[in-house]
């Protein structure tokens, strides 16, 4: 399953950006969830595609989940080729990045998404966002209806070991020419009691991995699902030096983050 997973990997980052719209129908998936294409927001952006929401339904009758990846890459990716080595890591040629951020993401979710259905167990609701425009301070998932979601609990696959911390509004001072006595920046804390938080523990439990909680100081498509009262995790997705022509993933990194998507399903 490894092996078809990177040549799935290498077959498709390359389309998944040029035309972000083909990326659900190509999965593969069987049978196939209710998609909805919202367009708009790719044109207004200057893309070639919107926002991607998907709804498999389920029959277990806990509550539903969304999971979530960006499907924008950043440059220079034009004429990407990806090379897969002998011991599993993948990376580009050299001079272009690899766009395992945020492609990893939407092939953990595909390819998991696909195991539970091929496995036959029953499954809980399962709800997918693919978005534009993320790495332009997530303006896909900013201007998301969320109406159409129904889960209250999100996993949002987009973090590398490290992460750029971009202050984008302060507030602070009360003069100018005067020291000011504090700076206000405001950000959100998902509990860990919540759902999503102990469902993670629970899923790195079954199969035996450690599972770490540790905050981020990043942005990402999370803070949108928190603005509208959807708690979620940032979960790792196995990408290595991103925003680089340096940038790698591997092999074990793409199947063990598929293997624990799909343990969140069968929860």
């Avoid at 980052?13 to 998936?29: H, V």
């Avoid at 102990?198 to 603005?227: H, M, R, V, W, Y």
Wanted: charged share 20%.
């Amino acid at each position: 399953m490894g092996k078809s997973l990177s040549k799935t990997f290498v077959r498709r980052t390359a389309a998944a950006c040029r035309n972000c719209q083909s990326t659900c129908p190509k999965a593969g998936i069987t049978p196939a969830p209710r998609a909805d294409f919202s367009l708009r927001p790719g044109a207004y952006y200057g893309g070639d595609t919107g926002n991607i929401f998907a709804v498999l339904d389920g029959e277990l009758e806990g509550d539903p989940v969304i999971f979530c990846a960006h499907m924008d890459v950043v440059e220079p990716w034009s004429g990407k080729k990806s090379v897969l080595e002998k011991d599993g890591t993948i990376h580009s040629a050299g001079d272009t990045v690899l766009g395992a951020d945020d492609i990893s993401g939407i092939l953990e979710i595909l390819y998991c998404v696909q195991l539970v259905l091929d496995s036959g167990k029953p499954h809980k609701k399962i709800e997918i966002l693919f978005t534009i425009g993320e790495e332009l301070y997530v303006k896909g998932s900013d201007v998301f209806d969320y109406s159409k979601v129904t889960a209250k609990q999100a996993y949002v696959l987009d973090l590398s070991e490290e992460t750029t911390f971009n202050i984008g509004t302060i507030q602070g001072g009360t003069a100018t020419n005067i020291m000011p006595d504090c700076c206000v920046l405001t950000a959100y804390e998902t509990p860990l009691e919540s759902k999503s938080v102990t469902d993670f523990q629970k899923a790195c439990e079954i199969l035996g991995f450690s599972g770490e909680l540790t905050g981020t100081f990043g942005g990402s498509d999370n803070n949108s699902f928190a603005k509208n009262g959807i708690e979620g995790l940032v979960l790792s997705n196995g990408m290595y030096n991103a925003h680089s022509t340096r940038e790698y993933t591997t092999v074990d990194d793409l199947y063990k983050g598929a293997e624990l998507i799909g343990q969140l399903i069968l929860l």
